[in-house]
Nanobody, 123 residues
Framework: QVQLVESGGGLVQAGASLRLSCAASGRSFSFSLYAMGWFRQAPGLEREFVSAISRGGETEYADSVKGRFTISRDNAKNTVYLQMNLLKPEDTAVYYC???????????????WGQGTQVTVAS
């Protein structure tokens, strides 16, 4: 019954910015009680942790995106965001949002996943 839908991906040049959104829905899903994470997966690579935000607003970032990406959430809108600045070609991947009972770095700890949105950064 829980749905997570990502949006905001696209094709941009290196140095550009994108803002990803993930809208959650579901009658039995209490968004504010979940930690939300962003993961990404490039062709031929494993899915990797990008960022996460706890239900209390604490944030974590992978070293590769620190200082460039910012995660936030709007509980009134059941939405989590990922602001991505100074994008690099190595950021190219499908980006997924996910929900967990608490903040984790490990993808296997997340209970619900979106379908992903493609981010392509041209060099």
């Amino acid at each position: 019954q829980v749905q997570l839908v990502e949006s905001g991906g696209g094709l941009v040049q290196a140095g550009a910015s994108l803002r990803l959104s993930c809208a959650a829905s579901g009658r039995s899903f209490s968004f504010s009680l979940y930690a939300m994470g962003w993961f990404r997966q490039a062709p031929g690579l494993e899915r990797e942790f990008v960022s996460a935000i706890s239900r209390g607003g604490e944030t974590e970032y992978a070293d590769s995106v620190k200082g460039r990406f910012t995660i936030s959430r709007d509980n009134a809108k059941n939405t989590v965001y990922l602001q991505m600045n100074l994008l690099k070609p190595e950021d190219t991947a499908v980006y997924y949002c996910a929900a967990a009972e608490t903040l984790y770095w490990a993808a296997e700890k997340y209970d619900y996943w979106g379908q992903g949105t493609q981010v392509t950064v041209a060099s």
